[in-house]
T-cell receptor, first 117, second 111 residues
Framework: EPEVTQTPSHQVTQMGQEVILRCVPISNHLYFYWYRQILGQKVEFLVSFYNNEISEKSEIFDDQFSVERPDGSNFTLKIRSTKLEDSAMYFC???????????????FGAGSRLTVL | SQQGEEDPQALSIQEGENATMNCSYKTSINNLQWYRQNSGRGLVHLILIRSNEREKHSGRLRVTLDTSKKSSSLLITASRAADTASYFCATVNSGNTPLVFGKGTRLSVIA
């Protein structure tokens, strides 16, 4: 069964450092997402991406965050200057269809755990 | 913003019993979905119910939706130890914005 793969599985970084989290969505999916989950908290939407541009973003997704699809397979989340409160599990997700008839059923990766010291 | 809120926060039952989890939300929706998350892992889609549906079944799962009360329930029948996980409801609103998740219900099934 097709999977969304994420790397690294765990990254430890110093506050102020840049971090890039990588995702390979399912190959025929068109919509891509990043969510994050602080330990024990709810899953929070960060950003969605379609047709090589951001389609929606939340208040969390400020200027420190950026996303990119540098080639036909990878989808990356960059945090420019990490803060302690960025420590969380970051999930990539993808879906093939949206719109009024689409269901927005997401396939999630296993997540990248980011620890900021 | 709309938000699914699950109830209870935690639930502990014996194997073989039924588990019921509830979800409430705030605004009109296109559909409501339930996801499962094993500890430290990603979320896995379980079932989707559209706003014009009242009940859906999938194996041991039964989902109901009451749009007048803005609530949904997930029933897992004949629970197994392997059902131990966190369960999240997520909503897609009528404007088709991305899934918004609640805080989840942590289910423990004791063998």
């Amino acid at each position: 069964e097709p999977e969304v793969t994420q790397t690294p599985s765990h990254q430890v970084t110093q506050m102020g450092q840049e971090v890039i989290l990588r995702c390979v969505p399912i190959s025929n999916h068109l919509y891509f997402y990043w969510y994050r989950q602080i330990l024990g908290q709810k899953v929070e939407f960060l950003v969605s991406f379609y047709n090589n541009e951001i389609s929606e973003k939340s208040e969390i997704f400020d200027d420190q965050f950026s996303v990119e699809r540098p080639d036909g397979s990878n989808f990356t989340l960059k945090i420019r200057s990490t803060k302690l409160e960025d420590s969380a599990m970051y999930f990539c997700a993808s879906t093939r269809s949206r719109g009024q008839t689409g269901a927005n059923v997401l396939t999630f990766g296993a997540g990248s755990r980011l620890t900021v010291l | 913003s709309q938000q699914g809120e699950e109830d209870p926060q935690a639930l502990s039952i014996q194997e073989g019993e039924n588990a019921t989890m509830n979800c409430s939300y705030k605004t009109s929706i296109n559909n409501l979905q339930w996801y499962r998350q094993n500890s430290g892992r990603g979320l896995v889609h379980l079932i989707l119910i559209r706003s014009n549906e009242r009940e859906k079944h999938s194996g041991r799962l039964r989902v109901t939706l009451d749009t007048s009360k803005k609530s949904s329930s997930l029933l897992i029948t004949a629970s197994r130890a392997a059902d131990t996980a966190s369960y999240f409801c997520a909503t897609v609103n009528s404007g088709n914005t991305p899934l918004v998740f609640g805080k989840g219900t942590r289910l423990s099934v004791i063998a």
